[in-house]
């Protein structure tokens, strides 16, 4: 008998360390397609669309010619590591017993399948967005049951800021007989305060004490945004806007007190061993606010599967996570 | 068992060489969801008259507009939204642009004077990317149709509203020498061409007008706000202007410039680019809706409503637990 057990414990330690392995995978993959989101929105979200319009830059032209062919590679790399990061997603979710992985396995699944159906011309954006919709939905509910306060306010205004500035854009796709339609416009301000509150909430995700280096880090993020809404405002929101999907309703003080909380809850959880928390920070501010692109609501589905199923339970949180699928 | 470090590595090389073959193949795997204009299929001819019946029909896209602020002078946040609605019609696109302005600006005849305006920005060819939205780029222009409030006034009578004394002995209107800037086809100073002005780019700084007159549009000031309606026949005129066909779509950007605010030339409000879908069905075909379907508010109110009742439920729990 005793054998019998010892064979049985061997054979469970395999089949936990071949599900680390896998999970290994899709957070290597998760991270991945953080640092070429990060490296898209950097080259060809933020320099390229500036660069061409300063006055002169055909004078540059092979520079800027490469910046721009780097940028665009960083976009396709991204996009194969998204699409692959949501199935890993899916996969180990499934792999889960509750029905609130169980659920956001399948709506992440939904998406990619309306995503490339959307791509091969088989649907319509009128099936596209609601399904976008959808996925983020059922993903933010499931979020919301995960134990943990914090984790749950935060998965909720996230979720919440997303589904409000989209349903401006559901609103009016679908009124094509409404006579005198109402302006939906008031939406958006409303999903930006949702936003910077989810950004303000994004440090009591990590109960340590604050390091000196991310509270540094906070306060550069703190002034670099004042200074640039200050001495550049129309530039800097238009940035925003084009960037993040922020248009940059409220008032300057406010994004700077948002921006340096979530620039340090990104470096305190890159620095305490919540990796998979800063790699689900980096997933949702690639993605944005809003509906934009099945690229950046990928991106947003991806941050909220990890912000709502990763561990707080130390450095090897991710491990912890596929283990217990 | 973690991936081996060979294996890892081909994992590695294999997305590697998946994103270059997209790349060199220029297949992007996404797709846009931004919001979408379309053209309905109208069945009389709308005219260039914004109020036609067929505008009724049809409810406009609320597009989000905020100030230029790329280079100096930048816009002001005068117009917040504008709203967009377009029909075809015998092989012409008609778009109807609408928006609130409480003061008309139909007259830059004093110095101190500004026009209110409105642009709609074309790609000049249908491409995977559009073009920078100030102005395109050297490798993929922009064609642009503005109307203007003074020219479709005419600049004779605001003139004439603006200097009622102003008298003129004898100037030969006919002796080109005398106007050079008419002479050399400066399309301000070209007179009765109509209110809108066909334009391409290719970068800042090279806007200009277009050899081609194909544009037409008119536009009418009422209850504190303007509404234009812009017409051109599908076929494109001339180089650095989209065509445009049943079943196709093309991206569409648009500015304001509100005259009393003092926005001219670069300073104004713009939006980002929508798309612009052709359909080609007749509105009275659309499904009857009054207003945002419901499936879609259950969709959006459903997370609020169950976030809610996850609150209470817990906060009755915590009450209870703690009696």
């Known amino acids: 008998m005793s054998g019998l057990a010892a064979g049985r414990a061997l054979a469970g330690r395999v089949e936990a360390q071949a599900r680390a392995s896998r999970g290994d995978l899709v957070w290597w993959l998760a991270r991945a397609a953080v640092l070429a989101g990060a490296a898209e929105l950097f080259l060809l979200r933020l320099v390229t669309r500036t660069a061409v319009h300063i006055p002169g830059i055909a004078t540059l032209g092979g520079p800027y010619l490469v910046v721009a062919e780097l940028g665009r590679f960083a976009y396709y790399l991204a996009a194969v590591l998204l699409s692959l990061t949501l199935v890993g997603l899916a996969w180990v979710l499934a792999r889960r017993a509750s029905p609130a992985a169980l659920t956001g396995a399948a709506s992440l699944l939904l998406f990619l399948g309306a995503a490339l159906a959307a791509r091969a011309g088989l649907i319509g954006d009128a099936l596209l967005a609601p399904i976008s919709v959808l996925a983020v939905e059922v993903v933010m509910l499931a979020g919301a049951t995960r134990p943990g306060a914090a984790r749950r306010a935060s998965v909720l205004l996230f979720g919440s800021a997303f589904l409000v500035s989209s349903a ?22 409303i999903g930006e305060f949702v936003v910077l509150a989810w950004c303000v909430e994004a440090p009591l995700l990590l109960r340590r004490r604050p390091d ?48 340096s909380l979530l620039a340090y809850a990104l470096s305190r959880g890159a620095r305490s061993g919540r990796s998979s928390l800063a790699t689900a920070f980096g997933l949702l501010i690639v993605g944005g606010l809003g509906l934009h692109s099945t690229y950046q609501t990928g991106f947003v589905l991806a941050g909220l599967a990890v912000l709502s199923f990763e561990r707080d339970d130390g450095p090897s949180s991710e491990e912890r996570l596929m283990r217990s699928a | 068992m973690t991936l081996r470090r060979r294996p890892r590595w081909v994992f590695g090389a294999g997305v590697l060489l998946a ?55 930048q816009g002001t946040p005068g117009v917040p939204t504008l ?27 004093r110095v101190d ?101 194909a544009v037409s549009g008119h536009g009418m000031y009422e209850g504190g706000g303007w509404a234009v309606v812009f017409r051109r026949p599908f076929d494109a005129p001339g180089p650095d202007q989209p065509s445009f066909g049943v079943d196709t779509r093309t991206d569409l950007a648009l500015a304001v410039w509100n005259g009393s605010k003092g926005d001219r ?30 499936v879609i508010w259950y969709l959006t109110g459903a997370p609020f409503a169950a976030a809610l009742l996850f609150g209470l439920t817990l906060a009755v729990r915590r009450l209870r637990a703690r009696s």
């Open chain 2, 19 to 73: 994103a270059l073959a997209l790349q060199i193949l220029g297949a992007n795997p996404a797709v846009s969801q931004t919001p979408e204009v379309t053209v309905w299929l109208a069945k009389k001819d709308p005219g260039l008259d914004p109020g036609a019946p067929v505008w009724s029909q049809i409810a406009p896209l609320d597009i989000p507009l905020s100030m230029q602020g790329m280079t100096y002078p």
């Open chain 2, 113 to 213: 004077q500004f026009s209110d305006a409105v642009a709609l920005q074309f790609p000049a060819k249908a491409a995977s990317s559009v073009p920078s939205v100030c102005m395109g780029q050297a490798d993929s222009g922009v064609n642009i149709w503005q109307w203007r409030a003074d020219s479709e006034r005419g600049v004779q009578a605001a003139l004439a509203d603006a200097f009622p004394r102003m008298a003129i002995d004898a100037v030969p209107t006919t002796v080109e020498p005398l106007y050079p800037a008419r002479a050399a086809g400066n399309p301000y100073a070209v007179i009765d061409t109509g209110p809108v002005q066909n334009l391409v780019a290719t970068g800042f700084g090279t806007l200009g007008p277009a050899l081609e007159r």
């Open chain 2, 265 to 294: 030339n670069g300073q104004k409000s713009v939006s980002s680019f929508v798309r612009l879908v052709f359909k080609g069905v007749s509105p009275d075909a659309a499904p009857p809706r009054q207003g945002t379907p419901v």
């Open chain 1, 212 to 259: 000196r280096a991310s509270v540094m880090w906070g306060i550069a993020v703190a002034l670099a945004t004042l200074i640039a809404l200050r001495t550049g405002e129309a530039t800097t929101k238009i940035l925003l806007l084009w960037n993040l999907g922020l248009a940059g309703y409220l008032p300057d003080p406010a994004y700077a007190l948002a921006f």
């Open chain 2, 83 to 109: 709203g967009v609605r377009a029909v075809m019609h015998e092989h012409a696109l008609y778009v109807r642009v609408s928006w609130q302005d409480l003061t008309r600006d139909d007259s830059a005849a």
């Open chain 1, 168 to 189: 401006y854009a559901l609103f009016q796709a679908n009124a094509t007989e409404n006579v005198g339609a109402a302006s939906f416009a008031w939406l958006l301000p």
